[in-house]
């Protein structure tokens, strides 16, 4: 079974501009999860998507968004961006929500650098 | 969300077993206990997870105490590539990952 992929992996923005990070689960999988990694914050839950709707959110601005297509794909979606948003962010999939007894599968992440 | 303690790093011999713990004495009776690591700017990898009763698998073993308020990971044969960091977590919804414990093994 192919793990969970994300695209890009690499990503280097300029301040203001936007980006759209990819997240395809692993098959069979219906939850996917977002996190922000940095040195200084370490790893942070973003928000969590299980059939197409939002489940849970982190402690983020409202310029982080995300959704959730159909057959389980995630986008999350980060505007206006800031030098402090550069990070790793990480995929993970689960069967079902995250916390429930369900084990996440991360993805490599992109990592983004913002100029 | 119910905090974790864990410390922030550990050394031990290649073959040994490593026993990492974990405080988590806020927890509530709903809340698992979840244990994840990180190699070098790798996505974390999941070990093991448990609600009450101690758990073993192919990677590892989990022992919750019967109050449930710690838990030590035991990775019974420490190899090189055990080197990490590791998390414990325990959440209901989603997942909080603390600061972990970088776990060192030594040749």
């Known amino acids: 079974k192919a793990g969970v992929t994300q695209t890009p992996r690499y990503l280097i923005k300029t301040r203001g501009q936007q980006v759209t990070l990819s997240c395809s689960p692993i098959?069979?999988?219906?939850?996917v999860s977002w996190y922000q990694q940095t040195p200084g914050q370490g790893l942070q839950f973003l928000f969590e998507?299980?059939?197409?709707?939002?489940?849970n959110k982190g402690n983020f601005p409202g310029r982080f968004s995300g959704r959730q297509f159909s057959n389980s794909r995630s986008e999350m979606n980060v505007s206006t961006l800031e030098l402090g948003d550069s990070a790793l962010y990480l995929c993970a999939s689960s069967l079902g929500l995250a916390g429930g007894g369900n084990e996440q599968f991360f993805g490599p992440g992109t990592r983004l650098t913002v100029l | 969300d119910a905090k974790t303690t864990q410390p922030p790093s550990m050394d031990c011999a290649e073959g040994r077993a490593a026993n990492l713990p974990c405080n988590h004495s806020t927890i509530s009776g709903n809340e698992y206990v979840y244990w994840y690591r990180q190699i070098h700017s790798q996505g974390p990898q999941y070990i093991i997870h448990g609600l009450k009763n101690n758990e073993t698998n192919e990677m590892a073993s989990l022992i919750i105490t019967e109050d449930r308020k710690s838990s030590t990971l035991i990775l019974p044969h420490a190899t090189l590539r055990d080197t990490a960091v590791y998390y414990c977590i325990v959440r209901v919804e989603g997942l909080t990952f603390g600061t972990g414990t970088r776990l060192t093994i030594i040749p």
């Open positions: 998507y299980f059939s197409e709707t939002q489940r």
């Open positions: 098959s069979g999988h219906r939850s």
